[in-house]
């Protein structure tokens, strides 16, 4: 395949030799337009809210474990929330939706697009910056007062946000239900500035995979880390705007007295299911996609071996994103809705475990005859796939519909979704943290505490989420201040206490992590460009890579897994190592041998 | 860890539990496959020195067998799922000839209105003037008769709430301003759990109410007292005082003992 790189494509890439004045700290550091700083920004503001939802599901954990018993230290908090440590009702409803709309939308979603789609991007393209810098800077600056003002809603007459993170109307629709009226606008205001960070951020990334590819750098040569983004922006791009609608309406009859949502006066309560899940069922790929790019990632290169299948791995993402837009009925079986779309509904979402079971067989079929070096990122990858095959093995249950009537809105939800969005978002993102840390940092993070936080991590995961299952099964149902006020629930106590414990010294090992993070960022612990011996342009960069990237324009001459090629003289090829037949490097106007 | 499901006491239970434990084999096994296969992998291709990968891009053949086996698999689900949704759920399928109550929700609360000594349920009446005519209506208790359809009249009269009745398998979110017709058929005698599974307010735990499924003669006498009971009392509609043994247990802590106490004032 040979492509001409043109002047255009040129002049759109200052490269790094072009500009060297050194900027003023807030220009650097704070209100940077550089993708790297604007990823690592996003990196410390969604870690953050990572560990603030851990923290909010420690005390959901600590009321089912220890109902009515003092939380050590909840003293500490506000009598409107816990008086005496004791965790009210309120607060608890509270809890529950504050704990999903910081998870979501300000720790995992940030994490993997925001943190990932800036950095890799533009240096896994082969590029300068992204396409609108400034735009870059706008969509974190939107993104981080968003959060402020979801972390203000706590501090508000009535409490936080209390109709769970679905926000069903017409439970959210007018504070009279709950006793939340500002703290749920400010819910809602929060997500529709947060929606305008996402749109500004898959803007710029569509544009960038699009326009700014380095000479050579072909469709089917792109990352997988890159292609999952790029179909994740582009579901993004469609989604937030009718999350946003639907935001703006249900804001409506909370202020301004409209009934979108209110049946008394000609609303529909069931309106709001269709737009939020409309939107949601495409966000629950949001969350998952990019994770499933940086696992093909960090598996081929653990396993030293070419991604098994890279095109139909490309093909199963673009199937999953497009299937993510005819789902979302199965988040209503129950809700009234016809109940002869279930049949509809059923059908395509079943069809969403065939590119899922794709994309597993073919990450099994990368370390089948590998060479697998098992450092810490390789094993948060291999993670991912055991966790994944759980957490899409459980759909199908709740996708055959006269099942889910049992388990609709039980704990085998919570115990599928924190498969998917744990087991496989969060190991994801350690996987991705790990494995690109040089690029934010310029070292890599300890190994051996790297494998201890992986190895306790992985085993006090499974033993929190893994027995939620036989709690939905038993009919436990979710978001239950106390389950044990039902006589068929009471005997589930113990097995929640143990739950509770584990998930206390889940959040506990993650110390392990957080001094691991600032520890090695030390300077003593520089690496070189590419310490895990990895094929993309990025890892031709110095570590981090200097504002402007690269010195100049890289040529790609084949795809990004080339491990192990029989007669290389590495077990690794870069993408921009020249052929050995060609005598020189040829420049940027030239058309490179294939 | 208990993957059986409870007990199910109505004439789709065993239905339902069926496709449940067939999926639960099925992604089991391929649960335990995958997994197997995994840590295999691990284990055999783990790094030792003088080894290399093997350089394999892909295999066309594999593609399509894991394809269009998964595929198979779902589909085939998808159509045994079919049937028994639809007859659980399709409105058109509803037994002709079954009893009919009508049940609200509201917070923190399940009223159930009973046709009276007439025998005509009035299905128009507005929420806030239940029960109407000579109709009766109880809280948090729902008295069916065993081995005959039963069909609730499923209306909620502020957010939504979920019926859930977990031994019958029976769950349908309560909407405010649709009446959704749920049907079942209970097939023992006994008391069984009403359970609010949709998120409805600070109370939401406290929804609990009891099914309580009685013989055919048992039902008819029940039904008889409570129409005559109410006859006594007044000539209106009106709302029959609950059993001890079945009202809702006070929770443990105070606060939100107050809560019950605000939220029994507010709806009285």
């Known amino acids: 395949m040979s492509v001409t790189a043109t002047k255009t494509d040129f002049d759109l890439l200052p490269y790094a030799g072009e500009q060297h004045e050194e900027l003023p700290f807030i220009r650097k550091y704070i209100f940077s337009t550089d993708h790297k700083v604007i990823g690592t920004q996003f990196l410390f503001m969604s870690l953050f809210f990572l560990l603030l939802g851990g923290m909010l599901a420690m005390m959901i954990r600590w009321q089912l474990g220890f109902p009515a018993q003092p939380i050590p230290g909840g003293e500490l908090l506000p009598d409107t929330m816990t008086p005496g440590g004791i965790v009210l009702p309120e607060f608890y409803n509270s809890l529950v939706t504050m704990h999903g709309t910081l998870m979501i939308f300000f720790a995992i979603m940030p994490l993997l697009v925001g943190v990932f789609g800036n950095l890799l991007i533009p240096l896994q393209v082969g590029a300068a910056d992204m396409a609108f810098p400034k735009l870059n800077m706008a969509s974190f600056w939107m993104a981080f007062p968003a959060g402020l003002l979801m972390l203000a809603s706590f501090t508000v007459e009535g409490g936080a946000a209390a109709a769970g993170w679905t926000a069903y109307a017409p439970l959210s629709s007018s504070g009279e239900w709950t006793g939340v009226y500002l703290g749920q606008q400010l819910w809602l205001a929060s997500l529709f500035i947060l929606g305008f960070s996402s749109i500004a951020g898959a803007v710029n990334y569509i544009t960038t995979i699009i326009n700014m590819r380095a000479p050579g750098l072909t469709w089917f040569r792109i990352p997988l880390a890159t292609w999952s983004l790029f179909i994740t922006s582009w579901l993004i791009l469609l989604a937030m705007p009718i999350l946003a609608g639907a935001l703006i309406m249900l804001l409506s009859d909370q202020t301004i007295g409209t009934t979108f949502f209110v049946p008394e006066t000609g609303g529909e309560p069931l309106l709001w299911q269709h737009l939020f899940w409309y939107f949601g069922h495409p966000e629950v790929y949001i969350l998952i996609v990019p994770a499933m790019g940086i696992t093909s990632e960090v598996i081929a290169n653990g396993a030293r071996k070419p991604v098994f299948g890279y095109k139909s791995m490309v093909l199963a993402i673009i199937s999953i994103a497009f299937l993510s837009w005819i789902v979302w009925g199965h988040h209503m079986f129950m809700s009234g809705m016809n109940p002869m779309l279930g049949n509809a509904f059923m059908i395509t979402t079943m069809l969403i475990a065939v590119p899922s079971a794709i994309k597993v067989f073919n990450w099994l079929g990368t370390i089948w005859k590998g060479n697998i070096h098992f450092h810490t990122p390789f094993l948060h990858g291999a993670a991912f796939v055991s966790l994944f095959i759980v957490g899409g093995l459980s759909g199908i249950f709740m996708a055959a519909t006269p099942v889910d009537i049992q388990i609709h809105d039980t704990y085998f939800i919570v115990a599928h979704l924190h498969y998917v969005l744990f087991g496989g978002s969060l190991f994801g993102i350690f996987a991705g943290i790990t494995f690109w840390y040089p690029k934010f940092f310029g070292g890599i993070m300890n190994e051996s505490l790297g494998k201890l936080h992986f190895g306790l991590t992985f085993v006090l995961y499974n033993l929190v989420f893994f027995p939620m299952h036989s709690l939905g099964v038993q009919g436990m149902m979710r978001r239950l201040y106390d389950p044990y006020q039902y006589d068929y629930l009471a005997d589930m106590l113990p097995l929640n206490r143990f739950i509770s414990i584990s998930a206390f010294l889940l959040i506990v090992v993650q110390l392990i992590f957080i001094v691991n993070f600032f520890m090695s960022m030390r300077r003593s612990n520089k690496c070189g460009p590419n310490p895990w011996r990895a094929n993309s342009l990025e890892w031709t960069l110095p570590s981090p890579p200097p504002h402007g990237n690269f010195q100049e324009m890289p040529v790609v001459y084949r795809g990004p897994y080339e491990y192990s090629v029989p007669g290389a003289e590495e077990d690794f090829l870069p993408q921009n190592e020249p052929p050995k037949d060609v005598e020189r490097v040829p420049g940027p106007f030239e058309q490179p041998a294939d | ?268």
């Not at chain 2, 067939?22 to 783990?46: A, H, M, N, Q, S």
């Not at chain 2, 998964?70 to 028994?84: D, E």
């Not at chain 2, 309560?174 to 069984?192: C, D, K, L, N, R």
Request: charge should be negative; aromatic fraction near 10%; hydrophobic fraction near 40%.
């Open chain 2, 1 to 268: 860890m208990n993957w059986f499901l409870p007990p199910s006491v109505s004439t789709f239970g065993p239905e339902i539990d069926r496709l449940y434990y067939i999926i639960l084999v099925i992604t089991g096994v391929i649960f335990l496959v995958t997994e197997f296969l995994l840590v295999y992998f691990l284990i055999k291709y783990r790094k030792r020195d003088g080894h290399v990968a093997e350089y394999i891009e892909g295999s066309m053949k594999a593609e399509i067998i894991w394809t269009a086996v998964p595929a198979v698999i779902v589909i085939g689900l998808g159509i045994m799922s079919f049937g028994v949704w639809s007859d659980i759920k399709d409105p058109s399928r509803i037994p002709p000839d079954s009893y009919e109550l009508i049940l609200h929700g509201r917070q923190f609360e399940w009223e159930a209105t009973y046709a009276g000594a007439d025998g005509i349920l009035e299905l128009d009446c507005e929420p806030d003037e239940i029960p109407c005519g000579d109709d009766f209506s109880l809280l948090n208790q729902i008295n069916v008769p065993v081995n005959r359809p039963v069909t609730v009249h499923l209306r909620a009269s502020d957010v939504l709430h979920s019926f859930f009745l977990p031994d019958l398998r029976v769950k349908q979110d309560a909407v405010p301003g649709m009446s959704i017709p749920v049907w079942f058929e209970a097939t023992q005698t006994g008391q069984y759990t009403i359970g609010c599974a949709e998120l409805c307010g600070l109370g939401h735990y406290t929804m609990e109410g009891v099914l309580v499924v009685q013989s055919a003669s048992e039902f008819q006498q029940w039904e008889t007292d409570q129409a005559v009971a109410l006859q006594d009392e007044s000539p209106g509609g009106s709302t029959v005082t609950l059993p001890e043994e079945t009202a809702i247990q006070t929770p443990d802590n105070a606060a939100a003992k107050e809560v019950m106490v605000a939220s029994g004032a507010e709806d009285s």
